[in-house]
Nanobody, 123 residues
Framework: QVPLVESGGGEVQAGGSLRLSCTAS????????VAWFRQAPGKERELVAF???????YYTEAVKGRFTISRDNAKNTVYLQMNSLKPEDTAVYSC?????????????????WGQGTQVTVSS
């Protein structure tokens, strides 16, 4: 298991920015694919972005050009920089780590999860 701790959530006005962090205590974290998911009230959890061990990235269409995922393996930390935030970005954001075998967009492919952090964007 890879315990994950998220930080950086909060409330911001539309157009503002936040940076989320996901930190792990395991040295093997650098070999894991790490993703950010979000879940808004009354909606299903959805993938936001993921980053591979080599730094390759993927973004869901709704956040392309606004969000940036990055990782600092020396610090065992993955970041999600969120710019130009919109009210529809309001959700609980959770990071997940694992070695997906088939579809990295599926939450079930990840073995370890953080506790989640609330992001609220007001209009």
């Amino acid at each position: 298991q890879v315990p994950l701790v998220e930080s950086g959530g909060g409330e911001v006005q539309a157009g503002g920015s936040l940076r989320l962090s996901c930190t792990a205590s395991a040295r093997t974290f650098s070999t894991y694919l790490v993703a950010w998911f979000r879940q808004a009230p009354g909606k299903e959890r959805e993938l936001v972005a993921f980053i591979g061990w080599s730094g390759s990235t993927y973004y869901t269409e709704a956040v392309k050009g606004r969000f940036t995922i990055s990782r600092d393996n020396a610090k065992n930390t993955v970041y999600l920089q969120m710019n130009s935030l919109k009210p529809e970005d309001t959700a609980v954001y959770s990071c997940a780590a694992g070695r997906p075998r088939t579809n990295p967009a599926r939450a079930g492919e990840y073995s370890d999860w953080g506790q989640g952090t609330q992001v609220t964007v007001s209009s």
